[in-house]
């Protein structure tokens, strides 16, 4: 792998683990609900947006495969 290449997969990762982030900050708003400190919609708000961002961490991760599958035409490697 050259240097462009690891720039480009760094660059995936960093896309990556946004969404990683943002289960993150929806788990601790469900942490507060549970410990009575926010109303319960909100952590089934919360809920909602840790699926959703554990979808799009699912989308990132194949896309990181799909880029560096040598059998693919067009591809980083």
Known sequence: MDDEQFATLQTAVHDARRPL????????????????????????????????????CSDSLSQIVDNFNPTNTGNNE
């Open 21 to 56: 982030n943002r289960i993150t900050m929806q788990a601790e708003l469900i942490k507060l609900a549970l410990e009575g400190a926010i109303p319960p919609d909100k952590a089934l708000a919360a809920l909602d947006k840790i699926i959703a961002g554990c979808q799009d």
